[in-house]
């Protein structure tokens, strides 16, 4: 298994998380962005910076996953896309995103994108709570168990 992090949005306790399970886990951790990165010194960790663009840093990481491969990311269509090539998605509030979950996802986006689009104010997502950050740390660690890494 290898961990691919949509890096751009990712919250740094999110990051922090990740970087001490990929140290403990001695899992090979890729966080993918269209800046630098600044990443601790690891062998398992390592910084990939894409060109700036629409869509490029979620292209590269549906390219270089694999199935059985963890993506971290709270976008939607790469989250779609990383599941239709068998690869397991996590979001940064901990959330197992899978093939029966992400259809109503996108259901969800494609409605708000409308209700924003008509000038209706929807507001944005909840503040990152200690509650996403306990919560994404236990299922990161079950998928590494799971996946024989913890």
């Avoid at 409308?114 to 919560?135: C, H, I, M, W």
Wanted: net charge neutral.
């Amino acid at each position: 298994m290898k961990i691919w992090v949509d890096a751009d949005a990712c919250p740094a306790p999110i990051k922090e998380i990740l970087f001490r399970a990929a140290e403990r886990a001695k899992v090979h951790m890729t966080l993918v962005a269209n800046q630098a990165l600044r990443t601790p010194p690891s062998i398992y960790i390592r910084a990939l910076q894409v060109p700036r663009g629409f869509d490029v840093a979620d292209n590269r990481i549906v390219a270089e996953a694999e199935p059985g491969d963890l993506v971290i990311t709270a976008d939607i269509p790469l989250a779609a896309d990383a599941i239709a090539k068998g690869v397991t998605v996590l979001d940064p509030r901990g959330e197992l995103v899978s093939p029966e979950t992400i259809r109503e996802r996108l259901v969800m986006r494609d409605f708000m994108d409308e209700l924003r689009g008509s000038g209706v104010q929807t507001g944005g997502p909840s503040a990152f709570s200690q509650a996403d950050r306990k919560r994404f740390a236990g299922q990161l660690d079950r998928l590494l168990a799971r996946a024989g890494a913890a």
